[in-house]
T-cell receptor
C-alpha cells in the first residue's frame, strides 16, 4: 500500500459524458501527478500539481483538466468523453518538487461505451 | 525529446533462471533512472532508482540495475527468478527533480515453473 488513494476504482460511462476522478496523496506529500495508461499509448504523464499550483503539463488533452485543493487532494476532470479515453488513470504523489521518487495509487479504470 | 526503449515486450524465463530486462534511454544530459513493477490490477511500485553516485543500484525483491552512461542503458537483473516476479516492468527517466517522468512501453515478465 503506497498510501495514495484513488476513487472510484472503476467507472463506466458513455461517450460525450463528463467524469471526475479523485486522488488523495500520501500524508505530507505536496506534489500530485496524473498519468494515463492505455494499451496503445502506454503510460503517459498528464499533469503535475504542487501545493495547489500547476507545475508541469504533459500530453493532456484540452478536454481534460485537473486541480489540487487546499487539503492537497486532486481531481482530474474528463469531459466530452470519447471511446479512446478508456484507460487506467493513475495518480502519484511525492514529497515536494525536489524529490524524484513518486508513489503511485491503485488507479481508476475508466470505460467509455 | 526524451525517450525510453525497452527491448522485448514480453520476456519468459524459467523459475530459478537469470532475469534480464533491457532499458535504453535517449539523452544528452545525465538522467535520473527508475524501474517500476506493476502487478495485475495494481498501481506501480518502485523497484529501484539511480540518481547519482554508485552506478550499480540494488532494489527490492533481489533486483538490481546498472547505469552505463556510455551505452545509455539501465538494464534490470535478478540472479534467480521467482514465480512471484511475474509482472509488468517499466523503465522510466526524468531529467528534472520532481518533474514529469517518461516511461518505457513496459516488459511483461512471465516465470515458467
Amino acid at each position: 500500500d503506497s498510501g495514495v488513494t484513488q476513487t472510484p476504482k472503476h467507472l463506466i460511462t458513455a461517450t460525450g459524458q463528463r467524469v471526475t476522478l479523485r486522488c488523495s496523496p500520501r500524508s505530507g506529500d505536496l506534489s500530485v501527478y496524473w498519468y494515463q495508461q492505455s494499451l496503445d499509448q502506454g503510460l503517459q504523464f498528464l499533469i503535475q500539481y504542487y501545493n495547489g499550483e500547476e507545475r508541469a503539463k504533459g500530453n493532456i488533452l484540452e478536454r481534460f483538466s485537473a486541480q489540487q485543493f487546499p487539503d492537497l487532494h486532486s481531481e482530474l476532470n474528463l469531459s466530452s468523453l470519447e471511446l479512446g479515453d478508456s484507460a487506467l488513470y493513475f495518480c502519484a504523489s511525492s514529497v515536494g518538487l525536489a524529490e524524484v521518487e513518486q508513489f503511485f495509487g491503485p488507479g481508476t479504470r475508466l470505460t467509455v461505451l | 525529446a526524451q525517450s525510453v526503449t525497452q527491448l522485448g515486450s514480453h520476456v519468459s524465463v524459467s523459475e530459478g533462471a537469470l532475469v534480464l530486462l533491457r532499458c535504453n534511454y535517449s539523452s544528452s544530459v545525465p538522467p535520473y533512472l527508475f524501474w517500476y513493477v506493476q502487478y495485475p490490477n495494481q498501481g506501480l511500485q518502485l523497484l529501484l532508482k539511480y540518481t547519482t553516485g554508485a552506478t550499480l543500484v540494488k532494489g527490492i525483491n533481489g533486483f538490481e540495475a546498472e547505469f552505463k552512461k556510455s551505452e545509455t542503458s539501465f538494464h534490470l537483473t535478478k540472479p534467480s527468478a521467482h514465480m512471484s516476479d511475474a509482472a509488468e516492468y517499466f523503465c522510466a527517466v526524468t531529467y528534472n527533480y520532481g518533474q514529469n517522468f517518461v516511461f518505457g512501453p513496459g516488459t511483461r515478465l512471465s516465470v515458467l515453473p
